[in-house]
């Protein structure tokens, strides 16, 4: 039988720790904590990549010089093993493995550029880059569609969400498209319905999720935008808002995101035909919540608290997409980012002893 495990990224610790998640329950325990090489010191996020065969995990420190680092994942504990890695070309806000699981591709908020490193035989990410690209300021994203067709990058300074094609044999992208938002959205991150049909950007300035249409070459048309903090929702003096994080159920029926002022996830219903959202309502979070992730089988949300350093486990109820909150785990300073595994699930068994 396999089990459920789920990677917290801890920056300010410089560690993955491990939880196995009761299937039943949702209630997380502990296994183990695992280092990961850099510099020391506080760090805005330490963002992962999950390899698409799940056998092995990448992660980025966001303190010069920037080293990306890559692990093994023991097919049957779970358990991470440092096989190597190498520096990036700047702080990277998010790192993805692309659907060919031979490049590593970066997204960086302060440099305002991506990058693309070759990963090896072995599963290690390598250096130099490949390729490194300007974009409009303060990219916070790199993200591909579930056909892998596409790839999209969230500038939250540009107000614009790019697009582009990525040759898997070079590593190389070209840009095909780009997507204006509304003016002082700041797009930050997105998701796709698992039908690849619609697109969800959250704004990190204005607290929105915005709804788009996809388009059979992957292009983007926003059709609906809804605000996730209530009518005159006060927002702590000195402070801004921060919207953060959102991901959707594997069954695409329910959207959650997250804001970090006044500490919230706001959940909408999805309309499978047509994508558009209906707002549930919000709930407390984790203080903090930069990060939430769905486990498999869409049962249970956990959301990283960076203020607390503790995740929040969630119930989603599956006909009303309400969440209740149903523990508090501690995990480390600055938990940021959460990745779920299967240890045993089938894919992990045909591809354990692929070359």
């Known amino acids: 039988m396999s ?3 789920a990677y917290v990224s801890c920056a300010d610790e410089r560690a993955i720790v491990t939880f196995a998640m009761d299937r039943a329950t949702g209630a997380l325990t502990r296994r183990d904590s695992t280092p990961v090489p850099g510099p020391t010191g506080a760090s805005m996020s330490m963002p ?8 092995y995990l990448h992660a980025a420190v966001r303190l010069a010089p920037y080293p990306a680092s890559s692990f093994a994942i023991d097919p049957t504990t779970g358990a991470l093993t440092h096989i190597g890695g190498t520096d990036l070309p700047e702080a990277m806000a998010y790192i993805l493995v692309d659907p060919s699981g031979g490049n590593l591709l970066g997204a960086s908020y302060p440099g305002a550029i991506l990058s693309s490193h070759a990963i090896g035989p072995d599963g290690a990410v390598t250096g130099p880059a490949r390729q490194v690209i300007d974009t409009p300021l303060r990219a916070h994203a790199i993200i591909t569609e579930p056909s892998g067709r596409a790839i999209y990058v969230p500038c939250l300074g540009g107000d614009v969400v790019l697009q582009l094609a990525l040759d898997p044999a070079t590593g190389l992208m070209t840009q095909t498209g780009r997507l204006p938002t ?19 950007i959250v704004g990190e300035l204005d607290a929105t999720v915005t709804a788009c249409t996809v388009d059979a ?3 983007l048309a926003a059709f609906q935008t809804e605000a996730m903090l209530p009518p005159g929702t006060a927002i702590p003096p000195g402070s801004r808002i921060a919207a953060a994080d959102l991901q959707i159920t594997p069954d695409g029926r329910f959207v959650f995101a997250t804001e970090r002022m006044t500490n919230i996830i706001a959940a909408y219903r999805l309309n499978p035909a047509t994508g558009a959202m209906a707002p549930i309502g919000q709930v407390p979070s984790e203080p903090g919540p930069r990060g939430i992730a769905i486990a498999p089988g869409g049962r249970f949300l956990l959301c990283a608290g960076q203020a607390s350093g503790a995740v929040g486990t969630y119930a989603i109820d599956p ?3 309400a ?4 523990a508090t785990t501690h995990a480390g300073a600055n938990a940021n980012w959460i990745e779920f595994l299967e240890t045993t699930c089938p894919l992990h068994r045909s591809l ?3 070359p």
């Open 3 to 5: 089990e459920l495990l």
């Open 48 to 55: 992962l990549a999950m390899a698409p065969n799940r056998r």
């Open 182 to 200: 509304h003016e002082g959205c700041g797009p930050r991150h997105m998701r796709f319905s698992p039908d690849g049909r619609h697109a969800y």
């Open 217 to 219: 070459q992957g292009g």
């Open 319 to 321: 006909e009303s997409g």
């Open 323 to 326: 969440l209740n909150r149903i």
């Open 352 to 354: 354990r002893d692929a």
